[in-house]
């Protein structure tokens, strides 16, 4: 059907609890291809678990829901998919790694068997052996010794639960890899060797991949294209290039660009972008972003931007939208 | 692990020493005269006087006392006032019906009260759910003696299904076994409902399912096994008390256990029965929990790894 692996389009999704009805993501739009990495920046709470769980059709049941829009992966809908089909997906064509690999693994189960789990799930092996052996091997490739295999997660450290989180997350190969900010809970040293990895299998595997994270410098390092979020609106997106170095810029991107620390530049605000994202149960009308932005007009208060658009590079902002604002 | 074995026993040494303790004060202070209690209303004073100095009763509170205890480590502990046969006899021929009674109970709560928690929590907030919060609200609020006298009226009295008083076949047990249940069921119950929705919340579930494991293996291979370490805890628990419990129970239903023995020796001022009797069903219980302790280890890799000596291997780098 579609020619990309994924696409989403104009997705909401809400959680709603007895005392608050959140509006998490907001009509976002993306594409993915093939062998491709896409970063998902911005601010805690902006909605990017909540996209990749939407993903897997995995939102906490009963709160959260996909209001509205369409998810397209590898041929089928994920909206519509029923509970059956997504089963068939989860692990093998889509695979995600969570964000805290402390509590993402059972305490009562050895890491072979969870490894080993994903791979019986999707009949990978006829047999007990070839689900050992793949073990091993997809152990040794991330780095562990493959003995530990009957060890429980509390014997690992915090590092070497993350290499396992992402053996599950491999083991089967999938096409499309979802990494909620696999690195934030490790030390500096072993972020690096962690994405080195994760690039290293990445590109033996040809998976795509969504790389969730606040982390700027680890986009420029690993990925092709970034989407920026913020409260659940992609607001800006484009290749590493067009965001890194391109002129044009939405307001929110220049003052995040801005946030990170400069040491030749001897910046004294860490926090150049004034304020708070907007409550995500109340958000304000127009551009989410006008509350803090530096440069907001009348119109923007009143309606939501058009994106403009060059050569892939968007941006949803009055600044930029020739095409006059959106009804 | 048996050096922490022996500890927990060493450690029952000074609760049952307590236990024992306070009985014989307790007793030491109720009124009755024990050599009156064993010659009758008919006999003399004299003989009452003689058979008091033949009993050492005349001896100071803390003598006797102290013989008592030194006895009892010797395995003697002594003779029943009434009966005049060893204790030890007596708990040997009274226990195994108070023993049957509990482990059916105990099968019957643990067997129901756990399916039902589980189903509670998977199907939250159903109409299985209501009913069985419901239930264990109920059951949970009754007194077993009363729960006992229902089913007495109903099952015995109305529809002469079961037989109401004494314990000589299997049938005989089910009403006792039922209402001692009751009450554990409704905690294991609430227990099991509360741990599991707290386990089906955890982040590894969610792991699980991204795997793309069906909710029935996530449930059966991933969430009970974490769900059911504290109901462990709660069903030893539950064993002691049922101990206790089934001391009124025997009496409701004309059942001559452990229990009855223990409320028979109070009104007769049976002192060594008494303590005796007490004093088995403490260890019984300190077994118990020490036998749930122990079985914990095993089910938690966690704790189990407090008792195991660490084997060193190599790490992985960093
Ligand atoms: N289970 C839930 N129930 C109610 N609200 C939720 C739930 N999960 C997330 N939210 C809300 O949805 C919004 C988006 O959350 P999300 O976890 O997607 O953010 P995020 O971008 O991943 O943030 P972070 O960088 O901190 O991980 C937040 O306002 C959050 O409070
Ligand atoms: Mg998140």
Redesign the pocket.
């Known amino acids: 059907m579609g020619e990309h692996l994924l696409e989403i389009k104009d997705l909401y999704v809400e959680?709603v609890?007895d005392d608050?009805h959140?509006y998490?993501v907001n009509g976002i739009d993306l594409f993915l291809d093939r062998g491709e990495t896409l970063g998902l920046v911005?601010?805690?709470?902006?909605?990017?678990?909540?996209?990749a769980l939407s993903i897997l059709k995995l939102l906490?049941e009963k709160?959260?829901r996909i209001a509205k829009g369409s998810i397209l992966l590898a041929g089928t809908d994920v909206t519509a998919a029923s509970e059956a089909e997504m089963r068939l997906l989860r692990g093998e064509t889509v695979s995600m790694i969570f964000?805290d690999p402390m509590t993402s693994l059972n305490p009562v189960l050895t890491v072979g068997d969870q490894i080993a789990e994903v791979l019986q799930l999707h009949k990978k092996y006829k047999d007990k052996a070839g689900v050992e052996a793949r073990v091993d091997e997809i152990l040794k490739m991330v780095g562990l010794p493959p003995e530990r295999k009957q060890d429980f997660p509390h014997q690992f450290s915090g590092g070497m639960k993350q290499r396992i989180v992402i053996a599950i997350a491999l083991a089967c190969e999938p096409l499309l890899l979802l990494a909620?900010?696999p690195t934030t809970a490790l030390d500096v040293t072993i972020q690096a060797q962690v994405l080195a990895l994760m690039n290293e299998l990445k590109q033996d595997l040809d998976t795509a991949m969504i790389l969730?994270t606040?982390d700027l410098g680890v986009v420029a390092q690993t990925c092709d294209r970034v989407a920026v979020?913020y409260a659940?609106e992609i607001i800006e997106t484009g290749t590493v290039e067009q965001i890194f170095s391109g002129d044009r810029h939405h307001p929110y991107t220049v003052g995040l660009f801005q946030s990170i620390p400069d040491l030749k530049k001897k910046t004294r605000r860490l926090h150049p972008i004034d304020g708070l994202m907007p409550d995500?149960t109340d958000l304000p009308s127009g551009c989410k972003f006008h509350t803090r932005c530096p440069k907001c007009a009348q119109v923007c208060m009143e309606r939501r931007p058009k994106p403009w658009e060059e050569d892939g590079h968007i941006i949803r902002c009055h600044l930029f939208a020739k095409g006059g604002p959106e009804a | 692990m048996l050096k922490y074995i022996g500890k927990r026993v060493l450690l029952m040494i000074p609760v049952v020493l307590g236990i024992s303790f306070i009985l014989f004060t307790i007793m030491e202070f109720s009124p009755g005269d024990p050599a009156r209690i064993i010659l009758g209303d008919y006999a003399t004073q004299e003989q009452v006087d003689e058979l008091r100095e033949e009993m050492g009763l005349n001896d100071a509170f803390l003598v006797r006392y102290g013989r008592y205890v030194l006895n009892a480590a010797q395995g003697d502990f002594g003779k029943s006032y009434r009966s005049n046969s060893p204790v030890v006899g007596e708990i040997a021929a009274r226990f195994p019906v108070t023993l049957k009674i509990s482990l059916m109970a105990i099968m019957i709560a643990v067997l129901i009260g756990i399916p039902v928690g589980i189903i509670s929590a998977v199907k939250q907030y159903s109409f299985a759910d209501i009913l069985s919060t419901m239930a264990a609200l109920l059951f949970t609020s009754i007194p077993a003696f009363w729960l006992g006298l229902l089913l007495i009226m109903f099952l015995s009295v109305q529809h002469h299904i079961l037989p109401s008083v004494g314990s000589d076949t299997w049938k005989h047990l089910i009403m006792p076994s039922l209402s001692l249940a009751a009450a554990q069921m409704a905690t294991i119950i609430r227990m099991t409902r509360s741990t599991m929705l707290e386990v089906i919340r955890q982040d590894y579930i969610r792991t699980a399912k991204a795997k793309g494991a069906s909710s029935r293996r996530v449930v059966f291979h991933h969430a009970i096994k974490n769900a059911l370490l504290p109901v462990i805890t709660t069903v030893g628990l539950s064993v002691s008390n049922l101990l206790g419990g089934a001391l009124i129970i025997e009496n409701v239903f004309g059942i001559s256990g452990l229990g009855t023995v223990m409320v028979n020796s109070v009104k007769s001022k049976d002192t060594p029965l008494l303590l005796g009797s007490v004093m088995f069903a403490a260890v019984v219980a300190g077994f118990v929990n020490l036998g749930v302790d122990v079985l914990y280890t095993y089910v938690d890799p966690r704790i189990k790894a407090q008792f195991v000596k660490k084997t060193k291997r190599q790490g992985a780098g960093t």
């Open positions: 959680y609890t608050a959140v998490a911005g601010e805690t709470g902006a909605g990017k678990t909540t996209t906490p709160v959260g964000q909620d900010e969730i606040h979020v659940g995500p």
